[in-house]
């Protein structure tokens, strides 16, 4: 793939990516005035579960898009999971690569979460977690308007 090809789908990727970052600013936002410490009804599960999905959809844009996307237009393409961590992070796009793969491992726990019972723990994780999402997804574009989209107007905007 050429690198013309590279950028526009990372371009296509951080398009699709600010859409995401609006309906989990909005899922967070809604999340962040439930007490978990109360009774919750439908509504508030509802809630949480699209807060939980969108977490973990972000989070994997940002990690298996976004991330090597910027790798192959540096020309640092495969190694590990630790590598592409290691490199976003040299890029200043998260603040360590522990901190990511904190996320990851949160991700993880979302997708794999079946016990009804350790649900208002991991809605609790997520909501203590959402604002590093955020502050990674603001680390990506600013990088990214830098570096290789100078003042584009569809991929300038913000969520």
Request: glycine content about 4%; hydrophobic content about 35%; proline content about 2%.
């Amino acid at each position: 793939m050429t690198q013309d090809k590279h950028l526009t789908l990372l371009v296509e990727t951080l398009s699709r990516l600010a859409e995401a970052e609006r309906w989990l600013r909005r899922s967070y936002d809604q999340c962040n005035q439930v007490d978990l410490g109360a009774p919750l009804g439908d509504l508030e599960y509802d809630a949480f579960e699209n807060l939980t999905s969108r977490f973990a959809r972000v989070s994997d844009m940002v990690l298996q898009k976004v991330f090597r996307s910027i790798d192959h237009l540096e020309l640092e393409e495969g190694g590990t999971l630790l590598d592409v961590l290691n490199r976003a992070e040299k890029r200043g796009l998260v603040t360590s690569a522990d901190q990511f793969r904190e996320l990851r491992e949160l991700r993880n726990e979302i997708a794999h979460e079946y016990a009804l019972d350790d649900l208002r723990t991991l809605f609790a994780s997520v909501l203590e977690h959402t604002p590093a999402l955020l502050d990674i997804l603001g680390r990506i574009r600013e990088y990214c308007q830098k570096k290789y989209l100078g003042e584009r107007p569809e991929t300038s905007r913000t969520a």
